[in-house]
């Protein structure tokens, strides 16, 4: 029997460290070759570190949230064989000195003593339990007695005893907390209610640090504006339905983004101050050709930005298949750290929870970001008349250091006119 010490592996190109997200097992468990046993975050992906050998797992090194230097030992195993670790080799057993013998005390004579009776301490009464609503509370006649006496519903008390029975402690415990006739205006069939006091701490690690250090980086270095406008759609959303109802074969149904992605490529590059990325240390704007759009997409993990590479080279149908294809594969934690990266401007879309504005945090280092919010009917006023037309609001927000607010507002009064005119999208 040997011990193998496993090393932190390289996760990809330029990685040095990587935070502990999550132990897949624990002291003791035995595992197979390849079974996961360590989820790891880096700055570009988080990645699940597979067992490098069959064994039994005998040291783990980190906790989640900590950060391991690639190289570093992060787990140990038991395995067949000799291992390759000689530091944790079967420990040397010391045998500890034999105490002198002591001497023997000579005799003395006693006489019989009392035997004292055996002190038994109380046992603390268990924690009150609270009934799930709906459930009859469990007492004695006696304590349903002194609770009708008190003009106390029982159903508010929460019982310490097997299956939450409320005991005569229980019920002095709530009179003490002052509820005797707290009831007494109750509804019949009213829901018991309780006083909630507990409170759970989460450390915040793995993506949701992540998240907390680039929007604390992005909103603290800075210097955001935030420009609004509405939008009307109705001649965009008759588009859309006729294309989607007339759309090839394997396609799939436009949403409003692509229509939004393809109007960007458009406005952008009339503003291609705005498709731009900053680096604040060297003092240079690096403005590109290449439109790589980020879609900033909720998953259950968190909040992650896959990116539409290359957005000027597709057409709406193309726009809406490369979307979807890396918004899926990011909610089945399947994205690449290449799709992760690299976006020059950002789309964020509150989708239906909709809301009137925002103003959304840039994405580091670019220097625009372009919020959309769900669209309604609504009334409006149309060359005197009150109509009712499809809405749209959209938010930005803009790097002032680098973009004067008459650009930004021109990008996005730009994609207002496509989009209320959404032939001139395809011209």
Not at 3 to 21: Q, R, S
Not at 121 to 143: D, F, M, Q, Y
Not at 258 to 285: G, H, T, W, Y
């Amino acid at each position: 029997m040997g011990i193998y010490a496993f090393k932190l592996p390289d996760i990809g190109e330029g990685v040095v460290e990587g935070e502990v997200v999550e132990w897949m097992v624990s002291m003791g468990d035995i595992v197979k070759e390849d079974d996961p046993i360590l989820s790891v975050m880096t700055d570009k992906a988080t990645v699940e570190i597979p067992s490098p050998v069959d064994g039994k797992v005998s040291k783990i090194i980190g906790e989640p949230g900590d950060i391991l230097p690639v190289g570093e030992v992060c787990i140990e195993f038991e395995v067949d064989g000799a291992g390759n670790s000689d530091s944790t080799s079967e420990a040397t057993t010391v045998e500890a000195p034999s105490p002198e013998p002591e001497p023997k005390p000579e005799p003395v004579e006693t006489k019989p003593q009392p035997v004292p009776e055996p002190v038994v301490e109380a046992a603390a009464p268990a924690a009150p339990v609270a009934r799930a609503a709906g459930t009859k509370a469990l007492a004695s006649p006696a304590v349903r007695q002194r609770a009708r006496e008190a003009n106390i519903d029982l159903q508010l008390v929460a019982g310490s005893g097997p299956g939450g029975r409320i005991s005569h402690a229980d019920l002095d415990r709530h009179i003490a907390g002052g509820a005797a006739g707290a009831t007494s205006f109750a509804p019949v069939g009213a829901t018991a209610k309780t006083k909630l006091t507990g409170t759970e701490a989460i450390k915040v690690i793995g993506l949701r640090r992540k998240i907390a250090d680039s929007m604390m980086a992005s909103y603290s270095t800075i210097a955001h504006f935030s420009y609004f406008e509405e939008v009307d759609i109705t001649a965009l959303e008759e588009l859309r339905q006729h294309l989607n109802s007339t759309r090839p074969e394997g396609a799939p149904k436009l949403t409003y983004l692509p229509f939004i992605m393809q109007a960007l490529v458009k406005a952008l590059r009339e503003s291609p101050e705005c498709n731009a990325l900053f680096d604040d240390e060297a003092n240079v704007v690096t403005r590109h050709q290449a439109i790589h759009l980020g879609i900033a997409t909720q998953t259950d993990r968190g909040l992650y930005v896959p990116v539409v590479k290359h957005v000027e080279a597709l057409d709406i149908w193309q726009s809406a298949v490369e979307m979807v294809r890396v918004t899926s594969a990011t909610r089945e934690g399947k994205a690449s750290a290449e799709e992760l990266s690299g976006s020059t401007f950002t789309i964020t879309s509150l989708g239906r929870l909709g809301g009137l504005g925002a103003t959304p945090i840039i994405n580091k280092p670019e220097v625009g970001i372009l919020g959309v919010h769900n669209a309604k009917e609504r009334a409006v006023v149309r060359d005197g008349q009150i109509v009712v037309r499809r809405m749209m609001n959209l938010s930005s927000s803009w790097d002032h250091r680098v973009v004067d607010g008459h650009d930004g507002a021109t990008l996005v009064q730009k994609v207002k006119t496509l989009l209320e005119n959404p032939a001139t999208i395809f011209m």
